[in-house]
């Protein structure tokens, strides 16, 4: 049985991490972001893009052919 917010795809059992929190895990696992990351991070939190769309923005960094 999955218990899910009222008007939230999330259930219960879900969590999201916030910035500090997953540098900190990072941080903790030796992981360290790039400086073109950071900066990346950086722009879409100051952008008025839903957290979907900066997932999307984020893939799309990471997926798209280095040459583009």
Not at 3 to 16: D, E, L, M
Not at 27 to 52: D, F, H, I, M, Y
């Amino acid at each position: 049985m999955t218990n899910k917010r009222k008007g939230s795809g999330i259930n219960s059992s879900s969590r999201i991490l916030g910035d500090r929190t997953f540098a900190a895990i990072s941080a903790v696992e030796g992981l360290k972001l790039g400086k073109a990351s950071k900066e990346r991070l950086s722009a879409l939190n100051k952008s008025k893009l839903t957290p979907a769309q900066k997932r999307a923005e984020v893939l799309r960094a990471y997926v798209q052919p280095k040459g583009r």
